[in-house]
């Protein structure tokens, strides 16, 4: 590759992300963003603000400090007690990654008077440039990768950034910067430049490389470990894999390799030895791999949150294979193998659908592997005809993956909550009343609900039931001689049950609740912003856990009928301090609707790994 030239698209590279990354945080948002560091990327990160501020490798005050600032729902999900001490499940790469941007924000903190606690405006912005920052060196990697098969300098940037805006590593890299997936992308891609180099000249340097570089990646990630499974695609043919293997295996290099892997663990390793005094620590309680069961079409194709279905340039990978057998049958099998293998181990983790994101948000660190496949596919192309039709694929998925970005950071595209009613309600839509539109689903665990609640109470209009206060707004409804609840200005919360938990619950973490309600609209979606509402307090009348959801999912025209609507969610985990909870239908925005019935069910799930 000619240095001049790379210099000068990395600089030209650098100032268009910069441009997009000022786009994104001060004029596409009705007011400057000023919170970046969010959702599991507040795990991530948290290890500076604990090393750093707090002095400590005791994630507490981090744990409540994030409590402060954030709705009575939180429950710190990534923080576990192990051996007296508050842990992270995350591994610390992220941070680490993260860390000189951080030390940049600190000092200027100190210089501009800010409080140097990790979290002001200038940290914030220290992560979404340190996502730019490494991103940005993954493109410039991949391009490099793709230099290594020959592929022109031109035409390899032209295939990177186009599967830079037509995925959902746009997304990580400017919405949601403080996910990992920005940096496991960039070292995923060092890596395989560095491993193809050594494939094709054996040499100790692009070795030494490939294991610090395979050790950051599980730092990251430790699930990324399955990189290591495409190094035999990386080889071209099995008689260069096997001569490289023999030569690391027979040689002293392989036992430098082993201690500078070891090196890049060692942060990790070093801290939870501080933690626990042991090297190894499993954070993920309560979580792990259902092997018997992967989630293999959900995860590839659901409207929920299916690869194919957000990132549809990926389908390009089915050609694209095709192209590979043809160029060879040994690199197109190694590569279906790793496939089939990702996709098996991803969609076997108990939360297949992976939270709130936008996209299969695990497949975005192996991109750069994904794009040089692809841009396999199109060397081999000759047909003028064929290559526009892919020109105007590739375009449209371009147009597809910005909108959809645009709507997921805005709200019109629910986090983890989308159907194929939802889809299509909101498909290509970006107009401000579709914000928000769509409610949540049913909370996600793996596993099955008991057979039959072991709680369960109603409310049926013009009956008492035991442990619901009694409602003040109880009218007949015209034309049905129906007794029902009228909610309007006047009344805007139905009547609520209060449980009383009891002793034999506590220490319970796999409680389910489900909670519906019927109710008749008299006009369009007069009911669209109420809430089921869930309200844990404690002994001393503290609250515990607060969380409502939309009682109707989707707005819709039907009227003068009653339907049903329900939500299943998770309860928290019940302490000595939990006393009671109180369920209740909030008519938030003072709108006219009726209920005749509300239930609730309370259940538990099994969750063991298989």
């Not at 924000?105 to 606690?117: C, K, N, V, Y």
């Not at 695609?233 to 082993?258: G, H, M, N, Y």
Request: aromatic share 18%; hydrophobic share 50%; proline share 5%.
């Amino acid at each position: 590759m000619n240095a001049g030239n790379e210099k000068r698209n990395t600089g030209l590279l650098v100032v268009f992300m910069l441009a997009v990354f000022y786009v994104v945080n001060f004029i596409a948002p009705e007011q400057p963003r000023t919170t970046v560091i969010d959702g599991d990327g507040s795990g991530l990160y948290a290890y500076l603000p604990a090393i750093f501020v707090s002095h400590t490798v005791d994630f507490t005050p981090v744990f409540y400090f994030e409590k402060s600032r954030r709705p009575p729902g939180y429950v710190g999900h990534n923080y576990h007690k192990a051996g007296g001490i508050m842990i992270n499940k995350f591994w610390c790469g992220t941070a680490l990654l993260e860390m000189p941007f951080f030390l940049i924000a600190w000092i200027l903190s100190l210089i501009w008077g800010l409080p140097p606690d990790g979290y002001n405006i200038l940290f914030q912005y220290a992560v979404a440039l340190a996502a730019i920052f490494w991103v940005g060196l993954g493109l410039v990697y991949t391009v490099r990768l793709f230099r290594l098969y020959n592929i022109s300098e031109t035409f390899a940037w032209s295939l990177v950034l186009a599967g830079f805006f037509s995925t959902n590593l746009f997304s990580y890299t400017f919405v949601n910067p403080s996910a990992s997936h920005a940096y496991s992308f960039s070292l995923i891609a060092v890596f395989l430049y560095y491993s193809k180099k050594l494939f094709i000249q054996y040499d100790k340097k692009p070795l030494y490389a490939a294991a610090f570089l395979l050790g950051l990646i599980i730092l990251v990630r430790p699930v990324d470990f399955v990189i290591v499974l495409a190094l035999p695609f990386l080889a071209s043919s099995p008689e260069v894999f096997i001569q490289t293997i023999r030569k690391k295996i027979f040689s002293k290099d392989v036992l430098v390799a082993a201690l500078l892997f070891l090196v890049a663990l060692s942060p990790q390793l070093i801290i939870n030895i501080l933690q626990t005094g042991k090297p190894l620590i499993y954070g993920y309680k309560n979580e792990g791999f259902y092997w018997g069961h992967p989630q293999i079409l959900k995860f590839l194709f659901s409207y929920r949150k299916g690869w194919f279905v957000y990132t549809p340039f990926m389908l390009l990978l089915f050609p694209a294979m095709i192209a590979l057998w043809k160029r060879s049958k040994y690199e197109m099998i190694g590569f279906l193998t790793f496939l089939i293998l990702v996709v098996y181990l991803f969609s076997a983790w108990w939360n297949w659908l992976y939270g709130d994101s936008f996209g299969m948000r695990p497949m975005v660190d192996l991109y750069a592997l994904f794009f040089l496949v692809i841009a396999l596919m199109f060397a081999e192309i000759t047909k003028k005809t064929v290559k526009i039709l892919l020109a105007v694929f590739i375009a449209a998925a371009v147009f597809l993956n910005l909108v959809q970005t645009y709507q997921y950071a805005t709200g019109i595209l629910h986090p983890d909550s989308m159907t194929r009613d939802a889809y299509w309600y909101i498909f290509l839509k970006t107009d401000s009343r579709y914000r928000h539109a769509i409610g949540d689903e049913d909370e996600y665990f793996y596993g099955e609900l008991s057979g039959k609640p072991f709680f369960e109470t109603a409310y049926q209009t013009g009956t008492f039931s035991e442990g619901w206060s009694t409602p003040s707004n109880v009218t007949v409804l015209e034309g049905m001689q129906q007794q029902v609840m009228k909610m309007d200005n006047h009344h805007i919360y139905s009547p609520s049950f209060t449980y009383q938990v009891p002793k034999e619950l506590t220490g319970k973490d796999n409680l389910y609740v489900v909670f519906s309600a019927e109710y008749l609209e008299p006009v369009p979606d007069a009911a669209l912003t109420a809430l089921f509402v869930v309200d844990v307090s404690g002994k001393k009348g503290e609250r515990l856990f607060y969380k409502a959801f939309r009682m109707k999912r989707l707005p819709d025209q039907r009227t003068g009928e009653w339907r049903e609507g329900s939500i299943g969610f998770k309860l928290p985990v019940i302490t000595p301090e939990t006393d009671k909870m109180v369920f209740y239908v909030w008519n938030k925005d003072k709108q006219t609707f009726y209920i005749n019935r509300i239930a609730l069910k309370l259940f538990t799930y099994s969750r063991e790994m298989q």
